[in-house]
């Protein structure tokens, strides 16, 4: 079957723009997690869906970051008010119900101009 | 604290040279362990994981509890192997990251 997509694969946006970044997992996956790679930096995790539970969101780097999640499938971040300090690519990954392996979308690479 | 640390950012070799690269990591329980790697322009993906005690693309892994390490370990590089490693320890739930090594392979 497919693997984890996410778009747009590229956006660029003016300084105080909102954005949404759509993730869809792999079918049947009940985990998804986002995560921001900066340019030359590593892996930041931003939050966490299993399942029906309360996500974790203790990544999120500030109150302009928000995402959802209806049931198992699709999930979309949203980042408000958009600074330069945005810039980076986030990833989504996707695995199954208490299993340890993530499994990782292309990204979408988010340029705040 | 559960906490995966890569102290190297960068970490550059001759082909043909050994490599290893650094994980440490502290954890209360029994530890599960994971190397993922991205590539250029790919996506990040799995390398091995501890449990497995396999070797992939000439790489292996050893947890040793008593240093709180696992290492990612070849004995010669190949310009291939350039990318970005990261080690990751699972958490009940979901899995931990550190901030990743770069290995640079140089012909």
């Known amino acids: 079957g497919a693997g984890v997509s996410q778009s747009p694969s590229n956006k660029v946006t003016e300084k105080g723009k909102d954005v949404e970044l759509r993730c869809d997992p792999i079918?049947?996956?009940?985990?998804l997690y986002w995560y921001r790679q900066r340019l030359g930096q590593g892996l930041e995790f931003l939050i966490y869906?299993?399942?029906?539970?309360?996500?974790?969101k203790s990544g999120l780097p500030s109150d302009r970051f928000s995402a959802e999640r209806t049931g198992e499938s699709v999930s979309t971040l949203t980042i408000q008010r958009t600074q330069q300090e945005d810039s980076a690519v986030y990833l989504c990954a996707s695995g199954g119900a208490w299993t340890d392996t993530q499994y990782f979308g292309p990204g979408t690479r988010l340029t705040v101009l | 604290a559960q906490r995966v640390t890569q102290p190297e950012k960068l970490l550059s070799v001759f082909k043909g040279a050994p490599v290893e690269l650094k994980c440490n990591y502290s954890y209360s329980g029994s530890p599960e362990l994971f190397w993922y790697v991205q590539y250029s322009r790919q996506r990040l993906q799995l390398l091995l994981r501890h449990i497995s005690r396999e070797s992939i693309k000439g790489f292996t892994a050893d947890l040793n509890k008593g240093e709180t390490s696992f290492h990612l370990k070849k004995p010669f590089a190949q310009e291939e192997d350039s990318a970005m490693y990261y080690c990751?320890?699972?958490?009940?739930?979901?899995?931990?990251f550190g901030t990743g090594t770069r290995l640079q392979v140089f012909p």
């Open positions: 869906f299993q399942g029906n539970s309360a996500p974790d």
């Open positions: 990751a320890l699972y958490n009940t739930d979901k899995l931990i």
């Open positions: 079918s049947g996956h009940t985990a």
